[in-house]
């Protein structure tokens, strides 16, 4: 079956650092992905990883080991607009495409 | 349109209806997804189109629900006899041939009393 594990809440503070983790077992893998999602609206698209290792975008970070069928997303500087829910998705099958599954979100506080 | 567009945006319904949410996905996606997320979850896959191949339906929770992509474009989702149980906020993303990340639509709030 498919399983995608991460944290269901975080806190952090401003201008702090802060590492989001998430977890995977799924029948197949070509993508690993995370979104940001502010309370009543739609996700948006924040990184992509295929391969293993780090992919760095400005303020945000995000790490892959497949064999470990892990994933971290990285929020530097941490600014109060970070509050959010951070949701890891993982398709599930090799080729162009393939159906992509989501995990239940972390949803993170960013306090003063 | 530049983006994925979903109608309507809210829509009240009395246990029992049918309705219909529609998605008109970014043109040129080949990819259409339809979530469910309830609130304060995460989001419930329903459906996958990809092109002209035949749907992944393992998301859909009862045969209530169904599905249709016209012309590798539009979507209908359908939820007939509604139920309490199906009041959530249904998402439809969309994403191109050999593309990555899929782009979301503002969604459709679905209230049934």
């Known amino acids: 079956g498919q399983n995608i594990d991460q944290p269901t809440e975080m806190t952090a503070t401003e201008g702090a650092i802060v590492q989001i983790n998430c977890t995977y077992q799924t029948s197949g893998f070509n993508g690993l992905f995370w979104y940001q999602q502010h309370a009543g609206e739609a996700p948006t698209f924040l990184s992509y990883?295929?391969?293993?290792g780090l992919e760095e975008k400005g303020r945000f970070s995000s790490f892959l080991s497949r064999s470990k069928g892990y994933s971290y997303l990285l929020l530097k500087e941490l600014q109060m607009k970070d509050s959010a829910s951070y949701l890891c998705?993982?398709?599930?099958?090799?080729?162009?495409?393939?159906?992509?599954?989501f995990g239940k979100g972390t949803k993170l506080s960013v306090k003063p | 349109g530049a983006g994925v567009s979903q109608s309507p945006s809210n829509k009240v319904t009395e246990k029992g209806k049918d309705v219909e949410l529609r998605c008109d996905p970014i043109s040129g996606h080949t990819a259409l997804y339809w979530y469910r997320q309830s609130l304060g979850q995460g989001l419930e896959f329903l459906i996958y189109?990809?092109?002209?191949?035949?749907?992944?339906k393992s998301g859909l929770p009862s045969d209530r629900f169904s599905a249709e992509r016209t012309g590798g474009s539009v979507s209908t989702l359908t939820i007939q006899r509604t139920q309490q149980e199906d009041s959530a906020v249904y998402l439809c993303?969309?994403?191109?041939?050999?593309?990555?990340?899929?782009?979301f639509g503002q969604g459709t709030r679905l209230t049934v009393v």
């Open positions: 990883n295929v391969l293993d």
């Open positions: 998705a993982v398709r599930d099958r090799g080729g162009s495409q393939g159906n992509l599954i």
């Open positions: 189109f990809q092109g002209n191949s035949a749907p992944d």
């Open positions: 993303a969309s994403s191109p041939n050999r593309g990555t990340e899929a782009f």
